[in-house]
């Protein structure tokens, strides 16, 4: 009772008081600010619209690729929007991505079947992969659809105008392809589509200035698709104005640098008017673009020869000829004989080779076309300067010189 009480420390009250305050900080400003343990923090969203908006841009750019990424990231964001899967799709089947455009409508066509521009879009699809079948249903279904859809008329005429320049259309297709062209033009006048699908006609009906004129207004609505480049290029080309076809196709390979036609049909121009080194210059571009192709493996061997590089000439022909593994190690298909190209690739190469005192192939070659294509005059008397070729060769005479060969226009 007589303990004296230790006096009160100034520290531990101050300690005190900062703990407290401390305290009452953390539970009234801290807390409230911070997020509840394992809950996903909220992040803004882009609206769907914002993805369209810029596809849209960029497509009108002539940037597809970079459009295509932005659709898909509209179609994640808005999965039952129909417009994006047919947008895309559309832009797919002008960079060749065909399979992808039939992937994006099917969807669209999943969330709308009665939806006619993307049977429409379908139909186009299928038409450039050669399956013209189902891609007339899919038109005809279209047009059914919405019989005043002016783009479902475009897409059947120039799907028609394919199957025939495939050998597989029939007595009506001609006056199917010729009426939906003017049905198209009648219904949109203010569209690409309308033009593009009548000069597609009018080329095929060998109308190439009426045919130039709808590519022209084509391409002036949209300067960006390479395929329409190289449908003006080809009907300059026919007009003989080939300055005007050349600057085309040099257009459309830098449109889309992986398609080789470009450069071929700018090898076959300039080879038109004599001009054979810039003609192989670009023969030996589509080679690099697509050296499986024999088609390509042909043409610039034909060009070697007719400017007299004989064995020059020989691999590529044979390539295209025969088939077999390039330099690079890629696998080439040679072609059956047929008519038309086909059998200029066969004759040439039985030139080169019988001109370079290989005649034993050549012989044989030019026996296949006696008999395969016997109804081909220009190969024919191909086969037989063949011949004689190797008759003057085996009797010590020197070969003539090059005889210039008949060859299909193409």
């Known amino acids: 009772m007589n303990r004296r009480r230790q006096p009160a420390n100034p520290w531990r009250l101050i300690l005190l008081v900062l703990l407290v305050g401390g305290a009452l900080y953390v539970n009234q400003v801290v807390v409230p600010a911070t997020p509840p343990l394992f809950v996903p923090t909220r992040t803004p969203t882009r609206a769907p619209e914002s993805f369209t908006v810029e596809a849209d841009s960029l497509a009108a750019q002539g940037k597809f690729n970079q459009a295509i990424q932005m659709y898909k990231a509209a179609i994640q964001a808005a999965p039952k929007n129909p417009i994006n899967y047919i947008s895309s799709a559309r832009l797919q089947i002008y960079t060749g991505d065909y399979d992808g455009a039939l992937e994006n409508i099917q969807n669209a066509l999943l969330i709308n079947p009665n939806n006619s521009t993307a049977q429409a879009i379908k139909g186009w699809a299928l038409g450039f992969k050669g399956d013209y079948l189902p891609a007339t249903a899919a038109l005809k279904q279209a047009i059914d659809l919405d019989p005043n859809n002016a783009v479902a008329y475009a897409y059947y005429a120039e799907v028609l105008v394919r199957q025939m320049t495939d050998g597989k259309g029939d007595l009506g297709s001609k006056d199917r392809a010729i009426d939906a062209s003017r049905k198209a033009l009648a219904l949109g006048p203010n569209l690409m589509e309308s033009h593009r699908a009548r000069g597609w006609v009018l080329e095929y009906t060998a109308n190439y200035a009426e045919a130039v004129k709808e590519f022209e207004t084509a391409v002036r609505m949209n300067e960006h698709i390479a395929d329409m480049r190289l449908a003006l290029g080809r009907n300059y080309r026919f007009m003989q104005q080939y300055d005007k076809a050349i600057e085309e196709f040099n ?160």
């Open 251 to 410: 257009r459309a390979n830098a449109l889309n640098p992986q398609d080789p036609m470009p450069n071929i049909l700018i090898s076959r121009t300039y080879a038109t008017v004599g001009e054979f080194a810039k003609a192989i210059q670009y023969a030996q571009q589509a080679v690099k673009v697509d050296p499986r192709d024999p088609y390509i493996q042909g043409n610039l061997g034909v060009l070697l020869y007719r400017n007299r590089a004989y064995n020059d000439s020989i691999p590529p022909l044979r390539l295209a000829v025969r088939g077999g593994v390039t330099e690079a190690g890629v696998q080439v298909k040679g072609l059956p004989l047929d008519y038309g190209r086909v059998a200029e690739f066969y004759f040439t190469y039985g030139l080169a080779l019988a001109r370079t005192g290989q005649c034993g192939e050549a012989l044989q070659i030019s026996q296949l076309l006696i008999q395969g294509v016997k109804d081909d005059q220009i190969s024919v008397f191909n086969a037989q300067e063949i011949v004689k070729i190797c008759s003057s060769a085996a009797g010590g005479a020197q070969p003539p010189a090059a005889t210039p060969t008949s060859t299909p226009k193409k």
